[in-house]
Each structure stands twice: as C-alpha cells, then as structure tokens.
C-alpha cells in the first residue's frame, strides 16, 4: 500500500481551499437566514425579492426604460453637452419618466433613506460601459456635493452613492475633496429653464489640491434636467488648466429636447441649448 504524503505548504493550501468553501456556505446561509427573519421587497412592484436580489427585482430591473447610450460616442446626450463645458463623453443610463413606476428608485434614492438603491444602479451602470473605452482615460470621479444643511437631512449624498456603485466596478478613485456646495439653494423641481439657471450660479467652490495635470474628470450625478447644476458644478473647476470632463447620470428628464429620440445620430445643426 502506497502513503500518501503532504507538504507543509500543501497542507497549507488544502486547508486554505476549504476555509473558503466553508466561509462561502456560511455566507450563502447566513443570506438565507436574513432573508427568512427580515424579507426584502421590490421598490417597484413590492414583490418578495429573492435573497440574490437587491432592491428591485429582475422583472422590474428588466422593465426599467432604459436609454440604451450605452457611452457611444457622439449619442444625442452627449452632442448636448457639447459648447457647455469641454466633454469628452457623456451618457444617460435611464430615462426619468416621473407619471409611471419607473419614477420610484429615483424617489427612494433621493428621498427616502435607500442609498442602497443608487450605489445598486451606479453599479449596474457602470458595468453597462466597463467593456467600452468610456472610462479609459478618467483621472477621478466627482459626485455633485450636496449643501451641508441638505446632506445631514437626508444623511447621504445621493450622488456619492451613485458614484461609489461606479467605482465599485471601475476602481477610479473618488474626489469628494475637489469642490463643495457653498451655498444651500432652493429646490429646482418647479423652476423654468432660466430659473435653474440663475438658481445655481456660484453656488459651487472649487477647493482642490493634489490633482494631475491636464485631468479628466467624471462628474456623476442622478437626474439631468436641463444640466445648469452640472454644469454650474463643472464651471468651479475654470482655473484649472487643460481640465476635460465626462459626465454620467442616472436618469436624463422628460424635459431635455431630444429625449424620445431613438436615432443616436441627431442633426448636430438642430442641438441648441435650452432657453
């Protein structure tokens, strides 16, 4: 009869091999415990979500209306973009329908302490673009900051949220530390055009330092409407040289001009900016 000898680092390994089998049960029953004693439901339909899902089901995740940019160059919300600051790419992940269903992870996200919501969809978003050069040449992501008396009411930054599900997927570090809110000014969901405008000059202030040279910069935010936050936000950053940005959001408003378009390549003469 032949023995059957172990080295030390075979040993070693063999031991390591089952930890992790053991580790990834316990896991796996301790996800099933939760899920038994503390059921989660889908923010949309309310359905039991199973213990793989997170916040929204697979029917309502698949039925969610989708812009379908998915970062190709030149997209009409990209060629929008364009004359407003220096964009290298932009792109929408989700058309913000606020009459149906849809409408329900952005309210969650942003009002109702579900930041699991947006780090969940930052994710889902980035992965959608991870295999493309969207992402190639970014230095840093900057989710829009919030005021200081708006953030420590809702207790998150819905954009950092968003921003972290990103670099979850892309590893592109986040700059929180870049520009802050200095001024805390009212809600823009009523305002007019030259209202948003107007509502959001100067309200950003860039603090930066330790930046490279020439950066290019992700901004991330969770609806664009008319983009004057964005781009308000994206102004602070005026003195400092060769700067470039990208911009992602969530989900693109009803009230951008070429939102129901399906033809990516939209006449460049017809894209004005809002009035």
Known sequence: MRC??????????????LLHDWISA????MKALIHIIMPQYCVICNGLLSPDELGLCTSCLENLPY???????G?????????QIPVVRASAYLKYLPATDSRIPFVELKYNNRPDIARLLGTMMAKELIDTDFFSTIDYI?????????????????????????SDVTHIPIREDLVVRKISNETQTHLTSEQRRENVKGIFEYIGHDVVDSPHILLVDDIFTTGSTLFSCAKSFENIQNIHFSILVLGV???????DTLDNHVDEDALLPLN
């Open 253 to 259: 408003s009803r009230q951008y001009p070429y939102f």
């Open 67 to 73: 812009t379908n940019l998915c970062g190709i160059k």
């Open 75 to 83: 997209n009409w919300f990209e060629r929008y973009c364009w004359g």
């Open 142 to 166: 900057v989710p829009i900051p919030l005021s200081k008396e708006r953030k420590n009411q809702r207790g998150y930054n819905q954009s950092l949220e968003i921003a972290l599900g990103i």
């Open 4 to 17: 059957k000898f172990y080295t030390l680092k075979g040993v070693q390994s063999k031991l390591k091999f």
């Open 26 to 29: 316990f896991q796996q029953w």
